[in-house]
């Protein structure tokens, strides 16, 4: 089992940037994909990237390609998503989430494991 704790959300201007955090303790972290999902009101749990064990491949959600990024340090256990040029429609809650089993490019919510607790992200225009 792994434990994740978010950290980094805040409020920002439209075209800034923010990085989020995820700090993984438990089981061995590399063995995991891992991945950011958000959540806004209303709306359900959206899929924006995930990242390979080894952390040599990527994947993204079309909505965020070019604009955010993640990335993970296997020896610290974390895992960073970096977001630039933020929307106004990138408010949400962010979530990092854990894999157990399957590729690095799963996008379903219901695929992953283990979830943190989530950190609010508000965009003003």
């Known amino acids: 089992q792994v434990q994740l704790v978010v950290s980094g959300g805040g409020l920002v201007q439209a075209g800034a940037s923010l990085r989020l955090s995820c700090a993984a303790s438990g089981r061995t972290f590399s063995s995991y994909v891992m991945g950011w999902f958000c959540q806004a009101p209303g709306k359900e749990r959206e899929y924006l990237c995930s990242?390979?064990?080894?952390?040599?491949?990527?994947y993204y959600a079309d909505s965020v390609k070019g604009r955010f990024t993640i990335s993970r340090d296997n020896a610290k256990n974390t895992v960073d998503l970096q977001m630039n040029s933020l929307k106004p429609e990138d408010t949400a809650i962010y979530y990092c989430?854990?894999?157990?089993?399957?590729?690095?490019?799963?996008?379903?919510?219901?695929?992953?494991?283990?979830w943190g607790q989530g950190t609010q992200v508000t965009v003003s225009s």
């Open positions: 990242i390979a064990r080894s952390g040599s491949t990527t």
């Open positions: 989430a854990a894999n157990t089993w399957r590729r690095f490019d799963t996008t379903r919510p219901s695929d992953y494991d283990y």
